[in-house]
């Protein structure tokens, strides 16, 4: 439910609504929008007397059923776009979000030189993962911690916030520590613990979707971490390729997910043409293409030698190529309003 206050309604009138909701052990969400202020109302049992009776307090302009299962994450609820705050750049805003690294934190020589290089190009954070969920147990599993610190030296020397997987509930802890920003893999996406436990640190959670679930299920497993926000939405969503009966790239980039998620939601939407496409000369072009469509922003994988890379080499960029593409994005940025 939607309890939407009049124009100019006092912090006295807002504050008897959410006693009134307490008193049916219901928790109000305030979100201050700069059009409406408005107070969402999520939880299994909303009797809807209480609509009703909460449409006639004062103050009150109007109360509304939120018709998607996803409410908190809902335009129906905030009209404006989130944005979400890293470090000195902001996530879902004019400016394009790019993001940029290596899949995995291979080496000290290897995550400087590549957070030098996109941090000269221009990207806005530096990703790497430390803990790698890979298909084959006999693969490179990621550096761990140790990863993490390479990271963090990787930030002071460049300025470039951190975004980093965390795998278990048990390491959000450690990698909190760490990251600006807890990425969430496309495999766990549907790992509900996982999910509340990132919600509950405040960092922002860049969230991918799964490789078979549906833009709905996306937008619920998004709603589980921004119920643990206290309506203080840090969710960036990541649509990353999912699997049908094509089999010319690793995945098929589903850009129609991304208009749509920008309809359906609030939040800010990335997408990511490594994973989308498997190729790397495929990455320019779906690169600038999730951007016209509306896309906030790109997450892409760079090596300085993707040949060598312990993981994803073949969907890597190199440092060279990088640099070419990033005009490229600001042209078409320009061209849809926006700035790189
Ligand atoms: C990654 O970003 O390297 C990664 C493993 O992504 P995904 O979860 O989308 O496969
Ligand atoms: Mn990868």
């Known amino acids: ?167 278990t509930p048990n390491d959000v802890d450690l990698v909190a520590r760490y990251a600006d920003v807890l990425q969430i893999g496309a495999r766990n996406m549907q790992n509900y613990q996982l999910l509340e436990e990132v919600g509950r640190t405040n960092l922002p959670v860049l969230l991918k979707r799964g490789l078979s679930a549906t833009i709905e299920e996306w937008l619920l497993s998004a709603e589980y971490v921004v119920a643990q926000q206290e309506g203080n939405p840090k969710v960036i969503l990541c649509e990353r390729g999912i699997r049908t009966f094509e089999t010319a790239t690793r995945n098929t980039l589903d850009l129609n997910a991304v ?28 690169s600038l293409a999730a951007i016209a469509s509306g896309a906030d922003g790109i997450i892409i994988e760079v090596h300085p030698d993707p040949d060598r890379a312990r993981s994803d080499g073949s969907q890597s960029l190199n440092c060279e190529n990088f640099a070419t593409l990033m005009p490229r994005l600001a042209a078409v940025a320009i061209a849809l309003g926006r700035k790189l």
Not at 85 to 109: K, Q, Y
């Open 1 to 167: 439910m939607i309890v939407v206050m009049q124009a100019g309604s006092t912090e006295e009138q807002i504050a008897t609504v959410l006693e009134r909701l307490e008193e049916h052990q219901l928790h109000g969400h305030l979100i201050r929008g700069e059009e409406r202020t408005v107070i969402g109302v999520v939880g299994a049992m909303i009797p809807p007397e209480l609509r009703e009776e909460l449409a006639h307090f004062s103050g009150v302009r109007e109360t509304l059923r939120i018709t998607q299962p996803y409410k908190l994450v809902s335009r129906e609820l905030r009209k404006e776009d989130t944005l979400v705050n890293v470090g000195d750049t902001v996530v879902g805003g004019p400016h394009l979000t790019v993001i940029a690294g290596p899949c995995s934190v291979e080496s000290e020589e290897q995550i400087m030189a590549t957070a030098r290089a996109v941090r000269e190009a221009g990207a806005t954070m530096l990703r790497g993962g430390a803990f790698k969920p890979r298909s084959s147990p006999y693969t490179f599993r990621g550096m761990g911690e140790a990863g993490l610190k390479l990271l963090a030296q990787a930030r002071a020397e460049t300025g470039l916030p951190i975004v980093t997987e965390v795998m």
């Open 259 to 286: 208009a749509v998620a920008k309809r359906r939601t609030h939040l800010p939407v990335l997408a990511d043409p490594s994973h989308g496409t498997g190729k790397w000369y495929l990455v320019p072009p779906l």
